[in-house]
């Protein structure tokens, strides 16, 4: 089993930046796809991001595509998410997921799940 733990979420002012951490407790994601989701209020969760186990491969949501960028630390068991040029429809409760396979844009295609945090930008 998997825990994973999302952190650094806040307000930020349009056009800043946040670095959201995804720590994972419990056994190695070195081999697991990781990705990022985020749900704003009323909607549905969404893809955000995702990478590859060895970080070679990311693969991005056309709205984040450029602002964005995913990477991971497999010997610190952690998953980044630098989040630069922020919108204020970016702001949503964003969640770290783990072990993904097949299509990496799905949430069904995912194992674990963090609790998330929250992203608020005021604009």
């Known amino acids: 089993q998997v825990q994973l733990v999302e952190s650094g979420g806040g307000l930020v002012q349009a056009g800043g930046s946040l670095r959201l951490s995804c720590a994972a407790s419990?056994?190695?994601?070195?081999?697991?796809?990781m990705g990022w989701f985020r749900q704003a209020p009323g909607k549905e969760r969404e893809f955000v991001a995702a990478?590859?186990?060895?970080?070679?491969?990311?693969w991005y949501a056309d709205s984040v595509k450029g602002r964005f960028t995913i990477s991971r630390d497999n010997a610190k068991n952690t998953v980044y998410l630098q989040m630069n040029s922020l919108k204020p429809e970016d702001t949503a409760v964003y969640y770290c997921?783990?072990?993904?396979?097949?299509?990496?844009?799905?949430?069904?295609?995912?194992?674990?799940w963090g609790q998330g945090t929250q992203v608020t930008v005021s604009s």
């Open positions: 997921a783990g072990k993904g396979s097949l299509s990496v844009t799905r949430i069904s295609s995912y194992d674990y």
């Open positions: 990478i590859g186990w060895s970080g070679g491969q990311t």
């Open positions: 419990g056994r190695t994601i070195a081999s697991y796809v």
